[in-house]
Nanobody, 121 residues
Framework: QVRLVESGGGLVQAGGSLRLSCVASGNIFSINAMNWYRQVPGKQRELVAG???????NYADSVKGRFTISRDNAKKTVSLQMNSLKSEDTAVYYCNVVAREVVAAGWLNYWGQGTQVTVSS
């Protein structure tokens, strides 16, 4: 079983910064993509940023130039540096990892429990 634990959410004023981190643990053979999603009540979960195993990144248009995703493969962590935060960034942020537990297993999606980010205007 793969477990993801997020940290770093909280309350910040508009224009401020927060850094989210997610640590993967458990029976992990290999990790492929690592992503951050967010969700607000009544809306679908949306991809905020992703990073592949070869460090190729992609971002939602709404966060380009403000957010930066990074990963540390040795520590099995993915981070999201969020700068110039806006009220519309308020959401629950979820860590998502595509991983496999043994060499012969398929790739599976794993999710963290979510961390609240609230940006006050």
């Amino acid at each position: 079983q793969v477990r993801l634990v997020e940290s770093g959410g909280g309350l910040v004023q508009a224009g401020g910064s927060l850094r989210l981190s997610c640590v993967a643990s458990g029976n992990i053979f290999s990790i492929n993509a690592m992503n951050w999603y967010r969700q607000v009540p009544g809306k679908q979960r949306e991809l905020v940023a992703g990073i592949t195993s070869t460090d190729i990144t992609n971002y939602a248009d709404s966060v380009k130039g403000r957010f930066t995703i990074s990963r540390d493969n040795a520590k099995k962590t993915v981070s999201l540096q969020m700068n110039s935060l806006k009220s519309e960034d308020t959401a629950v942020y979820y860590c998502n990892v595509v991983a496999r537990e043994v060499v012969a297993a398929g790739w599976l999606n794993y999710w963290g429990q979510g961390t609240q980010v609230t940006v006050s205007s």
